[in-house]
T-cell receptor, first 115, second 115 residues
């Protein structure tokens, strides 16, 4: 079946602009996760959703970052007033449900470049 | 907090050599442990996992044993192939369901297998 999909695959934006990244999880997966992969920081966990609810937003790097999920499916990660340090690959993953033994399936990522 | 430490590499081996990639962790509670692999140009995919002490995860000839006493989860393979060239990530999840379900990753180990 279809895996996790993310769009766009690449995004180049100017510093100060807002960007919206989209994630389509595997159908039926109730848990959804956002990560960021950058050369300096490696892979960082940002936020997770169980259904439409995000119990803990403390992993988001700053208040310029926000995420939402509607209908228990698609999620968007929004970065306002982008900065050069936001340049990274943003990965989305989904799993059947939350819980540490469930496999997370990763999407191909969105490469964000802030100029 | 939770953390994962692994050798960063690059690790360069000849085909059919024995592979060990060390991974140690620090975690609150009882984490599940994972090895993820990222092949060139592809997304992250789960290689193997172990959810409790003394469990051995295995897949594609790779093995790792969850050692609580040494807080380790070293990845091994008896005879590597060129196709094993990739970046390998050790990760943990403590998954309390209260927002701690994100994976904590190590920095990744770049493995290069030469024919």
């Amino acid at each position: 079946g279809a895996g996790v999909s993310q769009s766009p695959s690449n995004k180049v934006t100017e510093k100060g602009k807002d960007v919206e990244l989209r994630c389509d999880p595997i159908s039926g997966h109730t848990a959804l996760y956002w990560y960021r992969q950058s050369l300096g920081q490696g892979l960082e966990f940002l936020i997770y959703f169980q259904g439409n609810s995000a119990p803990d937003k403390s992993g988001l790097p700053s208040d310029r970052f926000s995420a939402e999920r509607t209908g228990g499916s698609v999620s968007t990660l929004t970065i306002q007033r982008t900065q050069q340090e936001d340049s990274a690959v943003y990965l989305c993953a989904s799993s059947l449900t939350s819980g540490n033994s469930y496999e997370q399936y990763f999407g191909p990522g969105t490469r964000l470049t802030v100029t | 907090g939770n953390s994962v430490t692994q050798m960063e590499g690059p690790v360069t081996l000849s085909e059919e050599a024995f592979l060990t990639i060390n991974c140690t962790y620090t975690a609150t509670g009882y984490p599940s442990l994972f090895w993820y692999v990222q092949y060139p140009g592809e997304g992250l995919q789960l290689l193997l996992k172990a959810t409790k002490a003394d469990d051995k995860g295995s897949n594609k000839g790779f093995e790792a044993t969850y050692r609580k006493e040494t807080t380790s989860f070293h990845l091994e393979k008896g005879s590597v192939q060129v196709s094993d060239s990739a970046v390998y990530f050790c990760a943990l999840s403590v998954g309390s369901g209260g927002g701690a379900d994100g994976l904590t990753f190590g920095k990744g180990t770049h493995l290069i297998i030469q024919p």
